[in-house]
């Protein structure tokens, strides 16, 4: 048999169910006759009866972004320069009297303006919201060779339940019971085997009800 559908998968629960390790990491492998098995070298084979996937979940995480815009420039530096002079003071007799000169005193005011930057930065938040899947989980659905049905919980997102879409799905069909069983085991059994003689069931379903009446 040749390997069709293969798919890396991390089992929350159940994984000794189906033989994966500890941590519960391990490859579910489907053959072309739709027998899966999740260990190559010692493989136990199971049907893939389908999954249980409520959809993803999704997350809203919030991204900020930073604009720096416009740029302020105001100072300003005043220099003030001032000169004073006092002129002489003169005392003289003259004929007759006392005559006095007073030197006036001057004064020289030089304003220089410079404006000299100072730049202050306007800063404007942007925030951006959009939807993040994060994992949520998934139910396999199995049986074994004796026809008890488990089931296994795994880690799953869109990605992989588009990859589980490839897996075929044993298709359980609901019959009519062709042995009546209130008789004894042994006749059951005989009945079993007459109908598999007749074609009527296929070897796989007799051993399944064999396993199921003598467990």
Do not use: W
């Not at 994966?20 to 049907?47: T, W």
């Not at 959009?130 to 799953?156: H, P, R, Y």
Request: with cysteine; proline share 1%; net charge positive.
């Amino acid at each position: 048999m040749a390997v069709i559908n293969k798919l890396n998968i991390q089992v929350k629960s159940g994984r000794e169910k189906i033989g994966i390790n500890f941590m519960g990491l391990g490859v579910m492998f489907q053959e072309d006759d739709g027998k899966v098995f999740f260990n190559k070298k010692e493989p136990i084979y199971f049907d893939f009866m389908g999954y249980e996937f409520n959809g993803p979940v999704y997350h809203d995480v919030t991204e900020s972004t930073e604009n720096k815009k416009g740029k302020n420039k105001n100072n300003t530096k005043t220099k003030e320069k001032g000169k004073f002079g006092m002129g002489g003071l003169a005392l003289g007799v003259a004929t007759g009297g006392l005559s006095m000169a007073v030197g006036v005193g001057r004064k020289k005011t030089k304003v220089k303006g410079k404006e000299r930057g100072s730049f202050t930065e306007n800063t404007f938040a942007n925030s951006t919201t959009k939807q993040v899947e994060v994992s949520s989980t998934a139910i396999l659905n199995f049986k074994d060779s004796s026809g008890t049905k488990f089931s296994v919980m795994i880690v799953c997102d869109s990605t992989l339940e588009a990859n589980l879409r490839n897996f075929k799905i044993v298709e359980e069909v609901e019959t009519k019971e062709l042995v009546d069983s209130s008789k004894s085991i042994v006749d059951q059994l005989r009945e079993y085997k007459d109908l598999l003689d007749l074609e009527i069931i296929t070897q796989e379903e007799f051993e399944t009800k064999k396993a199921q009446l003598l467990k």
